[in-house]
């Protein structure tokens, strides 16, 4: 797994896989994104990336493949249903070269359910339990169906509430680095007046990251300046200099969060 250091301090990174055609076909909108990325922050991971690629096998190979070493941990949703088209699992085998069957516990997991749910157990939704050779499985308190951990890659379900309640159950395993901290302004001004100070402070904090997102409200221009960093004796100097001189320049500058 990879550290990367700034002076004592350990940054933990991330990656996202969103699977399904669903997705790129826009009659699914992704709703996992941003709640994978605030509950990391909050453990101390920070997600890097994140792509949506179809329900393709050798597509899902590469992208994993990529991923689980470029970056500590990496997170998956979608494909692991019960319907020809939920190839993730299968994928997940072929990406880490091992085999793949039904897995004992989930079986009886599953068997349990649809038994209690009067529900037939049939051979669909029996595909829910094929699980890679060697994977540790991640608890579904919604659907049962469980999804899995292979080394730092965990494959999670698409559907918002049982991917959530997945995550939580595998926050245990997961280990942060420095948390991201952030600080933003509101400031009543299009985003070019203020570019060239941006660029200023960039240069002189390197360990900041400075963004501005225009706004436009009852015909008025702002400017949202946000500023992130792991290093807070930092974000607070840059966060400082840049509201003193918005004040200076005359503009009304306003704290949120």
């Known amino acids: 797994m990879s550290e990367h250091q700034i002076p004592d301090r350990k940054?933990?990174?991330?990656?996202?896989?969103?699977?399904?055609?669903?997705?790129l076909?826009?009659?699914?909108?992704?709703?996992n994104m941003a709640y994978l990325a605030t509950r990391l922050n909050e453990t101390g991971i920070q997600l890097k990336e994140a792509r949506v690629i179809p329900d393709v096998e050798e597509e899902i190979v590469q992208a994993v493949n990529e991923c689980r070493r470029k970056y500590d941990y990496v997170f998956t949703s979608g494909g692991i249903g019960p319907t020809h088209d939920d190839i993730t699992a299968d994928s997940m085998a072929a990406a880490f070269d091992v085999g793949i069957d039904f897995h004992p516990e989930a079986m009886e997991i599953l068997t349990r359910h649809y038994e209690a749910s009067g529900i037939e157990f049939n051979d669909a939704r029996k595909r829910m339990a094929r699980i890679p050779d060697g994977a540790i499985l991640i608890d579904n308190p919604v659907s049962k169906a469980p999804g899995f951990q292979m080394e730092n890659v965990f494959v999670m379900a698409g559907v918002p509430a049982i991917m959530q309640a997945m995550l939580e159950g595998i926050a245990f395993r997961?280990?942060?680095g420095s948390k991201m901290l952030s600080r933003t302004l509101g400031a009543s001004l299009p985003e070019g007046k203020v570019a060239q100070k941006l660029g200023e402070l960039q240069e002189?904090?390197?360990?900041?990251?400075?963004?501005?997102?225009?706004?436009f409200r009852q015909g008025n221009v702002g400017t949202n300046l946000v500023l992130r960093s792991i290093i807070e004796e930092d974000l607070n100097a840059a966060f400082?200099?840049?509201q003193s001189h918005l004040m200076n320049e005359g503009i009304t500058v306003i704290e949120t969060t």
């Open 11 to 23: 940054i933990v990174t991330a990656c996202m896989l969103v699977i399904g055609d669903e997705i």
């Open 25 to 31: 076909s826009g009659r699914t909108q992704d709703k």
């Open 174 to 176: 997961l280990t942060g």
């Open 204 to 215: 002189k904090y390197p360990n900041v990251s400075l963004g501005s997102y225009p706004y």
């Open 240 to 242: 400082d200099e840049l």
